[in-house]
T-cell receptor, first 115, second 111 residues
């Protein structure tokens, strides 16, 4: 089966600019996650969707970050305006949550550099 | 807040030796403990997981142990090979929610 797709793979912007990332999860996976991974650290959960509803966005900086998952499939994560400290890899993951399966499948990530 | 501590941050072993990575978690509600391997330029990939109703699980050269009382869980890799070199992350979650990752262990396997 096809894996989690993300685009773009790399993005370089200047601070105060806007940027958007796209994620296409594995077909049939109801749960979608966005993580921020700063260099040398573990992934940090930003937001978790169940179908097209948000189940956890407690660590999402809502003054500048937003995310949506239309029709319960693809998702976009936006940063507006970007700050230097937003430089990181943004990972998208999905899981089926069917019959208690909790394995998360990760995409390759988008590496964001804010100058 | 809730957190997961992971040690060591770097581990270097000789090919064929064993490697052990340890994690502790703080949220007593955590019931699912996956381990991920991340290679350069790629997303993390699940290598093994364990649930709170199991104390140990093994898959070929990889094993995970869980001590719920002490809130500790560990990854054991035996007969290490150069291709095991990567960054390994532990994580803890509650039924697939509130997933928290450790800071990672960079494993080097010297041939």
């Amino acid at each position: 089966e096809a894996g989690v797709a993300q685009s773009p793979r790399y993005k370089i912007i200047e601070k105060r600019q806007s940027v958007a990332f796209w994620c296409n999860p594995i077909s049939g996976h109801a749960t979608l996650y966005w993580y921020q991974q700063i260099l040398g650290q573990g992934p940090k959960l930003l937001i978790q969707f169940q179908n097209n509803g948000v189940v956890d966005d407690s660590q999402l900086p809502k003054d500048r970050f937003s995310a949506e998952r239309l029709k319960g499939v693809d998702s976009t994560l936006k940063i507006q305006p970007a700050k230097l400290e937003d430089s990181a890899v943004y990972l998208c993951a999905s899981s089926s949550q069917v019959k208690g399966l909790m394995e998360q499948f990760f995409g390759p990530g988008t590496r964001l550099t804010v100058l | 807040g809730e957190n997961v501590e992971q040690h060591p941050s770097t581990l270097s072993v000789q090919e064929g030796d064993s490697a052990v990575i340890k994690c502790t978690y703080s949220d007593s509600a955590s019931n699912y403990f996956p381990w991920y391997k991340q290679e350069l330029g790629k997303g993390p990939q699940l290598i093994i997981d364990i649930r709170s109703n199991v104390g140990e699980k093994k898959d070929q050269r990889i094993a995970v142990t869980l001590n719920k009382t002490a809130k500790h869980f560990s990854l054991h890799i035996t007969e290490t090979q150069p291709e095991d070199s990567a960054v390994y992350f532990c994580a803890a979650s509650t039924g697939g929610f509130k997933t928290i990752f450790g800071a990672g262990t960079r494993l080097f396997v010297k041939a």
